[in-house]
């Protein structure tokens, strides 16, 4: 596919939701729904030859219809047997892209297989590319397009999505959501008939609104051009894959999902190594490392230093550092000299840095200064974010708010976390290295000032100290394979 067959997915100028339905439960509706909600602003024309208008929109007979050239996306919700004769219409009103959400193809058996092949045949003979059979639909944040048949649709933000599963994008977008780091672009390959995950992080690898790419998959059939692929791409921007049917029922699940064929894990682990891709184990850690890519520096080494409010976070983050390829350093004399004029004596001497509750107005500040601007250290790991402002949440909700008069308290609570965000967001900027903030109040208590004042500078707050050493491993692994790889010039 070139660039232009893309564009149109993407970034089209109209878009034709072909099957509209005035059903709720139904994919031609939901699908309606979501390119009129998400705000598409060029033309959108629905299809359904009974109905004469859902949602506002003026309902055609049939793709037809469509005045010639005024669309570039047909969606397609009807059932499979329709799917060809569609097709031929969009063609020949100069529709060059279709998004396929109708599911029994490949995934349904030998017959739909045979059908999913006829249909990639017909596209690439009307000169159309074809995302999906069997998808769920996708997502252009820059063209303000959800045209898709589930929720939700995330804010905008640096991340790029391809997955084989449907559910997944809806995972990566549901965490975008939450986390405040929103998606670019987002898309379910379904059965990736004639466009499959490789391609589109390819197209992603040269979007000018996407900074790091993440992509599910379930099977490989062109080992050696995924790889070729994913090396690209890799070269280009940060490629996260996380791959579903690693044991023998997986394997099973995934060939009655989208007919995947199943690969060593062995093999397609060195794969991804080498091919410059980092692989994560779940959802979770493969979304932690696309945020990181997103809204961090790459460390320079991996010499990481951990600064810890209270000491019980810190020892995890040293567990974890230590199973990891980075680096936990000792602390250096001058280092500890400095820290000493910023807290009682009580604190821990050591790597982790465990201030033990002496701070005073400033000193969380101060500290993320000292520590990042030290010439041995590559990356900071800081803890405890959130905890003034954890007191004020239970001060207010307590029976004295009033009569003791702790607002101004609170209030002051409140501002030191969201300062702590913005200190450790201003030092991470001015130095280029990456500081990773993590608390569990991320998700206990997302409106806290700490982690809200990151979501609401699109910055990722990790939910757990460990968590957050995992994607700095990441990190370093991508930028150490890079600078390998650059350095090579392979």
Known sequence: MNTDSFDLLFNPKGIVVAGASTHPGKFGFVALHNVLAGGFEGPVFATNPDQPTILGVE????????????????MVCTPPQACPDILQTAASRGIGAAFIASGGFREAGADGARAEEELVELARSLGMVVAGPNGQGLISTPAKLAAQI???????????VASQSGNLVSAFMNYA???????????????AAMVGVVDYLGWFADDSHTKAMVAYVEGVEDGRRFATHIRMAAEKKPVVLVKGGTTPRGALAAASHTGALATDDRVFDGMVRQSGAVRASTIEEAYDAVAAFATQPLPAGPR????????????????????????LIALPADLEAAIDELVPPRWSRNNPIDLAGGESRDTIPEAINLVVDHPEVDAVVYLGMGIQANTASHLRAGPYFEPAELARICEYHERQDSRFAQAAAEASARTNKPILAATELAITQPGNSGPATMAADRRYCFPSADRAVRALHHLWCYARWRRRHLSAGT
């Open 150 to 160: 589930v929720a939700p649709v995330p804010p905008p933000g640096p991340i790029a």
């Open 59 to 74: 309902n055609l007979a049939s793709v037809s219809e469509v005045p010639a050239g005024a669309a570039d996306l047909v």
């Open 177 to 191: 959501t939450h986390s405040g780091v929103g998606i670019s672009r987002a898309v379910s390959a379904g059965n």
């Open 304 to 327: 990481t230093l951990v600064l810890s409010s209270a000491g019980g976070w810190g020892v995890i983050a040293a567990d974890a550092v230590t199973k990891s390829s980075l680096e």
